[in-house]
Nanobody, 113 residues
Framework: QVQLVESGGGLVQPGGSLSLSCAASGIIVNIYPMAWYRQSPGKQRELVAAITSGGSRNYADSVKGRFTISRDYVKNMVYLQMNSLNPEDTAVYYC???????WGQGTQVTVSS
């Protein structure tokens, strides 16, 4: 069984930072492409950041330069460091195994003054 559990969401002011964590079990995050997606009310779920098994990363244009995806083999976790947050970043953020039907439950990120 595969489980993905996100944590680290919360309320932050514009310009602030948050770090999200995804604890994985049942898979090794370093041998699968991992990703963060987000979904805001009334919007489609969109890819935010992804990292391949080879370590290459890609980001949505809207977050490039502000967000960083990373992983830790020892802890078997994936992270999303989010800096310079703006209200448009408000969404539920989901951890995902790319090309697989594995999703976490999501963690709410709210950017508001």
């Amino acid at each position: 069984q595969v489980q993905l559990v996100e944590s680290g969401g919360g309320l932050v002011q514009p310009g602030g930072s948050l770090s999200l964590s995804c604890a994985a079990s049942g898979i090794i995050v370093n041998i699968y492409p991992m990703a963060w997606y987000r979904q805001s009310p009334g919007k489609q779920r969109e890819l935010v950041a992804a990292i391949t098994s080879g370590g290459s990363r890609n980001y949505a244009d809207s977050v490039k330069g502000r967000f960083t995806i990373s992983r830790d083999y020892v802890k078997n976790m994936v992270y999303l460091q989010m800096n310079s947050l703006n209200p448009e970043d408000t969404a539920v953020y989901y951890c995902h195994v790319e090309n697989r039907a594995y999703w976490g439950q999501g963690t709410q990120v709210t950017v508001s003054s």
